[in-house]
């Protein structure tokens, strides 16, 4: 089966950076678009970043210019850097990735979260 595991997550301090990882494992012949999701208590799921297999990348408003999201396509890995960390980033991060398997068949799959906090 395909895993998806994220690491990382920690408590840094507002203006602080910390740089969380996503790799991909099992029977994977290729991945198309990856991309980091944020999930804060009491609301809903919300987009942070993506990046196509060629490097491409979109970034929500509240990130763009503090968040860079990158990609070790020879890993199955994604990254994503996070800088001048705010309170209101606190969130449970989840990494998700289009993948075909071995099988053929193109699906999304997530991972299981690490969480962010962002505290003095």
């Known amino acids: 089966q395909v895993q998806l595991v994220e690491s990382g997550g920690g408590l840094v301090q507002p203006g602080g950076s910390l740089r969380v990882s996503c790799v991909a494992s099992?029977?994977?012949?290729?991945?198309?678009?990856m991309g980091w999701y944020r999930q804060a208590p009491g609301k809903q799921r919300e987009l942070v970043a993506t990046?196509?297999?060629?490097?491409?990348?979109n970034y929500a408003d509240s990130v763009k210019g503090r968040f860079t999201i990158s990609r070790d396509n020879a890993k199955n890995t994604v990254y994503l850097q996070m800088d001048s960390l705010k309170p209101e980033d606190t969130a449970v991060y989840f990494c998700?990735?289009?993948?075909?398997?071995?099988?053929?068949?193109?699906?999304?799959?997530w991972g299981k979260g690490t969480l962010v906090t962002v505290s003095s």
């Open positions: 998700k990735g289009g993948i075909k398997t071995t099988t053929w068949v193109l699906m999304d799959y």
């Open positions: 099992g029977p994977i012949l290729s991945i198309n678009d």
């Open positions: 990046i196509t297999s060629g490097g491409r990348t």
